[in-house]
């Protein structure tokens, strides 16, 4: 079983260099709720261009737990979440939201504090009727996301973990933050990484 509670503690930089510095959600993500982190299994929405019908669907469908995965065929600055969708998904159990795309309602959004990503902030709103699709492999910002894959998202901004790989990822970024924890100390202590990952002799010969 994953322990996404571990994912969302290690965080986006953590993860990402223990997969081998893959998954990063290459886009310039507005984090909604300061301070928040989350991960946990993908479920997709593919949404018609400027519409968020789909997004309705994901939520409707959605598992307590579940980090919605939301895009377009056309990802544009058009608002597929808003206040009443992000009280439904609180509601559901939603432990967090990726928005190819736009939000809107921003301080409502961070009232009812479910974690929010979005790639835009707009007031322009979406139109509903047009059917996209649910639970499909997708692709944001680069990253290629498949329903249940480990979605991790932090300050620093977001990245996918193909499922298959949460087992072997897992213990290698325990290791990273440990070691990251080791050397904070002796940073903290006056040592110095110039010297300690040899770069001094690289610079001064």
């Known amino acids: 079983m994953t322990d996404y509670a571990a994912f969302a ?10 997969a081998g510095h893959a998954g990063i959600v290459e886009l310039p993500l507005v984090q909604v709720v300061p301070g928040s982190r989350v991960a946990g299994p993908a479920r997709t929405a593919l949404c018609a261009a400027g519409d968020n019908t789909m997004v309705h669907a994901a939520v409707a469908h959605a598992n307590p737990g579940d980090v919605l995965v939301l895009t377009s065929r056309e990802p544009a600055p058009v608002a597929l979440l808003g206040e009443l969708l992000a009280t439904q998904a609180k509601a559901r159990g939603v432990a967090g939201i990726l928005v190819d795309g736009a939000v809107r309602d921003l301080e409502e959004l ?14 322009y709103g979406a139109t509903k009727g047009e059917v996209g699709e649910l639970d499909v492999p997708i692709v944001v910002g680069g990253a290629a996301i498949r329903p249940g894959d480990v979605v991790v998202m932090d300050c620093d901004g977001a990245m996918a973990l193909p499922r298959d790989r949460a087992g072997e990822v897992l213990p290698l970024a325990l290791e990273r933050a440990e070691h990251e924890r080791v050397m904070r100390e002796r940073y903290a202590s006056g040592e110095l990484s110039y010297d300690l990952n040899g770069l001094r002799e690289i610079v001064e010969g």
Do not use: D, Q
């Open 110 to 123: 961070v009232s009812i504090g479910v974690p929010v990503w979005a790639r835009f902030v707009r007031a």
């Open 9 to 18: 503690r290690l965080g986006v930089a953590t993860v990402h260099e223990a």
